[in-house]
């Protein structure tokens, strides 16, 4: 089995980036290696535990030229990933999704996609083909056997991921199930946890993952407060109404409740180069009470910035 981290974010993928890092240590402009990008709020699924259930308008997206503009000075700041996100809305429903997807891969950006898979026997093998890797958010069992895996695998390196919230029925069994459907195609699962939810129910999925063991594993996240907030310049995220935010997963955390402040819009796309050159990266000051998106990253470049006494006793 292949390893299992490069499924996942982190400082295991952070340290390669040391170019970047020099950049923020030294303060100087630069923008995210990698985005999160938004680009509609409509979806075809009405999941329950979904992070985007409260978004109440979900007819906007976002127009192409402003996509092209925001590509543009990102690139030119140095971006090198771009995740077409299904953590609110259905990305493939973009009315421009085949057009904005080979624009970002002529232009020479990585590319990904998570989305509930529904969509994608609607979608040619060719853009398909430009994404570096597939995650497909699975409901349940039957939805898992309503998608080609078949076909995707021979296009690119696809996954899945699966959501268990307290309160469920029959979550042992639900677990099993799924991991057998998993185990017979030979497909890697990641199995996270619908937040809020206890420390007893977290602890009791992660065992269940472990014991049954691949291709699924349980999505490790730190939890707590991150000691800074840092990541608009490594992996921010822009929204449908062509918002930039500094990480996406703020809606993820308990207290927003699905919901994204609007202390947590950074700017609009229309003036993303001139907040970029005037904002080097920094500490923005946000202290959520789970850091969602990246405490490991979060505290290295804090680490990174304040220094530690008696750096050379590693």
């Known amino acids: ?18 170019d970047h890092l020099k950049l923020i ?20 699924l009405n999941c329950s535990y979904c ?49 904005g997807v080979r624009l970002a891969w002529e232009r020479g950006v990585s590319l990904s996609l998570i989305t509930n898979g529904t969509t994608l026997k609607n979608i040619p093998d060719s853009t398909l083909k430009m994404f570096k890797w597939i995650r497909i958010s699975i409901q349940s069992p039957q939805h898992f056997e309503s998608i080609d895996f078949g076909r995707l695998k021979e296009l690119t390196r696809v996954s ?14 639900k677990l099993y199930n799924m991991y ?35 291709p699924m594993f349980f999505s490790e996240k730190p939890s707590g407060k991150a000691l800074g907030c840092y990541m608009a310049w490594v992996r921010g995220a822009v929204d449908w109404n062509g918002y930039f935010y500094p990480c996406p997963a703020i809606q993820l955390n308990p207290e927003y409740n699905g919901f994204i402040p609007e202390k947590f819009k950074l700017c609009h796309i229309s003036n993303l180069e001139e907040w970029l050159d005037k904002n080097p990266p920094k500490d923005l000051g946000h202290k959520c009470t789970f850091c969602n ?9 804090h680490t990174l910035l304040k220094g530690v006494e008696d750096v050379d006793f590693v």
Not at 61 to 72: A, K, R, V
Not at 160 to 173: F, H, I, R
């Open 25 to 44: 240590k030294e303060g100087r402009v630069c923008g995210a290696i990698h985005l999160s990008f938004w680009p509609n709020a409509n979806c075809n």
């Open 160 to 173: 899945t991921s699966y959501m268990l919230a307290e309160g469920e029925e029959d979550v042992n069994k």
């Open 1 to 18: 089995m292949e390893d299992l981290k490069q499924y996942q974010p982190g400082a295991n993928k952070l340290i390669h980036h040391l």
């Open 180 to 214: 057998k459907k998993i185990e017979d195609k030979g497909i890697i699962m990641r199995v996270a946890v619908a937040r809020p939810c206890s420390y007893v129910f977290e602890n009791h999925i992660r065992h269940g993952v472990h014991s049954l063991g691949e």
């Open 293 to 301: 998106c990246g405490k490991e990253n979060n505290d290295l470049i």
């Open 51 to 99: 992070c985007g259930r409260n978004v109440m308008d979900r007819s906007k997206e976002i127009n192409f030229q402003e996509y092209d503009d925001m590509l543009e000075v990102l690139i030119e700041k140095g971006l090198m990933a771009l995740e077409f996100s299904g953590i609110i809305g259905e990305p493939t429903l973009w009315t421009h999704f085949d057009d």
